[in-house]
């Protein structure tokens, strides 16, 4: 009896603590601190930050929004979490899901409004235009905009009015705002599955993922429109899916998209343009140290306007760790293959420091293509081996269906090993370590216990190393 009522004291503080420690918030003006103690927040109503004024939102605080209502920052929004305190954006009702955050021409006075570990989701931009676009950020006339560290996903902008509903993150206008270092996934418009990069807007975008991005028309993952000229950085496409055409990017209206050191791949479209799409005459883009899937061949309307660059048509070899979707893999031909010269960067730009993961971005003066910079350069314990990969291999057959062939030619007598790697680094088989004289060598490589799929051999031969791709089909 005494511990059922010691237990009913409990549970009675408890409740009166959760019930303190959150604020409600309703329609009107906010400004000053939301403290993590108070959280969460929970918005009843439109809000908006006044000009001349600053809504600080602390590390860790939860925004709880009960309407479809928006967030208009006519002042200056400071929200900056950390990376193991986030600030998270929802909505109680997940299907209505909330109206977002605006800057509708906010006064360029006021000081760079800051997005920077957060989490935005639900959003649905569901009023009249414009506000049918954007599903969790609109921006127009305003470039004083920081958006650092966030993940966007499950937003929507599907609500057609007077324009389509395009960006089913976010939407630009006349907007020249910087985001690093983001992922965008799981986002759904009618154009422009994560960004609408639209009138005359110039945002550099860098170090940032999006996949699994999807739109009922163009760009699966991004659209781009009239005389916007958008700079991507550093960024990785992949599985994102236009039901029309440009999987990954459509770029429409005299724009133009500029991608340095980025990975195009495995997107997809109903129509035409699995990657790119360009769908006006006047529209190009610039692809400079990318890897796009089918080459520039593969891009469909108006390629012929396009200025390509040390371009790949390669599987980069993704990995799924960890450490994130789209990793590289320590065999991908992304490694090593991207560029760090001033030159090609964006006005007043040089080479970011650090990947999606906050890994280290140059290795003795070269950088990897995509989001992510791959940790090491060879696989644990070959940190003393010189990879100059001038070993010369054959593999036969291939595709390989139960056992292949590795052939190779020593010119001097080396120290011999092979490794097999699956497509999660775990080693499948490998040779012992053996002394082997000048002239022709083989090894029968066994695939008969391996699953069907892609595995990566390494040989190596005294301090040379030939990698490569053993495709397996059963």
Same mark, same amino acid.
């Given at each position: ?29 906010? @400004? ?63 299907? @209505? ?124 993952? *991004? ?57 006006? @005459? ?104 010189? @990879? ?27 120290? *011999? ?58």
């Amino acid at each position: 009896m005494k511990t059922n009522y010691l237990f009913t004291i409990l549970a009675l503080f408890l409740a009166v603590t959760f019930i303190h420690a959150q604020t409600i918030v309703p329609p009107g003006k906010v @400004e000053g601190r939301w403290t993590l103690d108070k959280s969460p927040y929970t918005i009843e109503g439109a809000i908006y930050v006044n000009n001349g004024t600053t809504l600080f939102i602390e590390p860790g605080v939860e925004v709880l929004f009960k309407t479809n209502d928006r967030v208009n920052i006519h002042g200056r929004l400071h929200a900056v979490g950390t990376d193991r305190q986030p600030i998270h954006f929802t909505a109680v009702d997940k299907n @209505e899901g909330w109206g977002g955050i605006w800057w509708p021409r906010t006064n360029s006075d006021n000081d760079t409004s800051k997005l920077i570990y957060c989490h935005l989701e639900y959003g649905r931009a569901q009023s009249e235009s414009p506000y049918n676009s954007g599903g969790v950020v609109g921006v127009r006339n305003f470039s004083k905009l920081l958006i650092r560290h966030c993940t966007f996903e499950y937003n929507k902008a599907l609500h057609h009015s007077k324009t389509a509903p395009s960006g089913g993150a976010i939407s630009l206008w006349y907007s020249d705002i910087r985001i690093s270092h983001c992922i965008f996934r799981y986002n759904l418009a009618a154009y422009g599955g994560a960004l609408a990069i639209n009138g005359y807007s110039n945002p550099i975008i860098d170090n940032c993922l999006f996949y699994s991005n999807c739109v009922s028309s163009y760009g699966g993952a *991004v659209e781009v429109y009239d005389h916007s000229k958008p700079s991507f950085v550093s960024c990785t496409f992949a599985d994102n899916h236009a039901v029309f055409s440009g999987g990954a990017f459509d770029n429409c209206l005299s724009s133009s998209a500029y991608l340095l050191n980025c990975i195009v791949w495995h997107n997809t479209a109903g129509m035409s343009g699995d990657q790119v799409n360009i769908r006006s @005459e006047r529209s190009t883009i610039k692809m400079f140290y990318c890897n796009l899937e089918g080459g520039v061949e593969a891009i469909s309307g108006f390629p012929t306007v396009g200025t390509f660059k040390e371009m790949l048509n390669a599987y980069p070899i993704f990995l799924n760790t960890n450490d994130g979707p789209y990793t590289l893999s320590p065999f991908s031909p992304c490694l090593e293959t991207g560029t760090i010269e001033c030159k090609y960067f964006p006005d007043g730009w040089c080479c970011p420091c650090n990947d999606l993961a906050n890994t280290q971005r140059i290795c003795k003066q070269k950088i990897d293509i995509g989001c992510y910079e791959y940790k090491a350069s060879l696989p644990p314990g070959d940190d003393d081996i010189e @990879e100059l990969r001038d070993l010369k291999v054959a593999v036969y057959p291939s595709p390989i269906k139960s056992s292949a062939t590795i052939e190779y030619e020593l010119l001097e007598t080396k120290l *011999v090993k092979m490794v097999v790697y699956d497509m999660q680094g775990r080693v499948v088989s490998e040779t012992p370590l053996t002394v082997q004289q000048p002239g022709m060598h083989q090894i029968n490589w066994d695939a008969k216990s391996l699953s069907k799929g892609i595995y990566v051999y390494k040989l190596k031969a005294g301090n040379k190393v030939n990698s490569g791709q053993l495709i397996v089909t059963k």
